[in-house]
């Protein structure tokens, strides 16, 4: 039972006033255009937000075919790597061992590379001797150039979100941090060639909101 976290808490100061996360991107709100492209290879949807945003996510996501659940930020200025390990942490919660953590400003996703991600942390670990009965990998991670898409990858939620509270308490910030604690599998250029690579492509200012949009038909 695959699981997805989308990441909607931030601030946004780059895109302006008005919340990205709900924001009309040619005639659907950004979230739902993220939520319809995972809804073929995940089978619930945890959104991360703050609060004061629940109301017009729930709303944006009405009628949406899986199960959607919430996982509020108790402070919501804690950064992105917080945000991770709160929509982990619910999770958890649900029969899903493994989640994909997106950014909520991704309306290009690529479902096939998802599932591709999913397949690959569930590949056989190439670490010797390891604890888990399963042989899987804490976490599959895209790796298109030198950067890791660490808002854009697989993790099993408990040693994802363990790792999160270890770094955060540590005063880490940096969401590559809790990743180097985990036993993952880099996906890297070769393997992604199949794959659209716009899925990797953020909306973070009005100019690229405008451009998604024109893309998309609006």
């Avoid at 997805?4 to 996360?21: C, I, M, N, Q, Y």
């Avoid at 619930?44 to 017009?56: E, F, G, S």
């Avoid at 670990?125 to 790796?143: F, H, I, K, L, N």
Wanted: proline content about 6%.
């Amino acid at each position: 039972m695959p699981a997805a976290v989308v990441l909607a808490g931030g601030r946004s100061t780059r895109f302006g006033e008005e919340d990205k996360a709900v924001a009309d991107l040619a005639g659907v709100p950004m979230i739902r255009r993220v939520a319809d492209r995972l809804s073929s290879v995940v089978d619930v949807l945890v959104v991360n937000c703050r609060a004061d945003q629940r109301a017009a996510i729930a709303d944006a996501l009405s009628g949406y075919d899986r199960p959607v659940r919430f996982a509020i930020d108790a402070d919501p200025d804690e950064g992105p790597m917080a945000g991770i390990r709160t929509g982990l942490r619910e999770v958890e919660a649900t029969d899903s061992e493994y989640a994909f953590v997106a950014a909520c400003d991704m309306p290009f996703l690529d479902a096939d590379l998802v599932a591709h991600l999913f397949e690959s942390a569930r590949s056989p670990s190439e670490v010797a001797g390891t604890d888990d009965a399963t042989g899987a990998y804490d976490a599959a991670v895209p790796r298109p150039t030198e950067w890791f898409e660490t808002t854009h990858a697989v993790y099993r939620a408990g040693p994802m979100a363990d790792a999160c509270d270890g770094a955060l308490a540590a005063g880490e910030r940096k969401i590559i941090a809790p990743l180097f604690e985990l036993d993952f599998v880099a996906v890297g250029e070769e393997d992604l060639d199949e794959f659209d690579t716009d899925s990797f492509e953020s909306v973070d200012t009005p100019e690229e909101f405008a451009a998604a949009e024109e893309r998309l038909g609006g």
